[in-house]
């Protein structure tokens, strides 16, 4: 959302939904959890003593849904 959008000057295109990102990582790191992730062409790896919150295939039944996208360096999913 642009800032006038989040402060109410400027209104959202009709027929958009604006939704809040979910994290798609944990607390502590784990051998399994912690491995890097290809998304798009670009490797993501969960942040220092984290972990991916689900394991590669849940990573990538999400992908198939379009329910996972990149914020900068990080991914986060659409509940």
Known sequence: MTK???T???SVPQGW???DG???VSAQASEK???PYEFEGKTYYPPTNRHWTLT????DGL???KRIFAIGNRLEYRK
């Open 4 to 6: 006038e959008e989040k």
């Open 8 to 10: 109410g000057i400027k």
């Open 17 to 19: 939904r604006i939704f």
């Open 22 to 24: 979910t994290p798609l």
């Open 33 to 35: 959890g912690s491995m």
């Open 56 to 59: 590669k295939e849940g990573l």
């Open 63 to 65: 992908v198939r849904q």
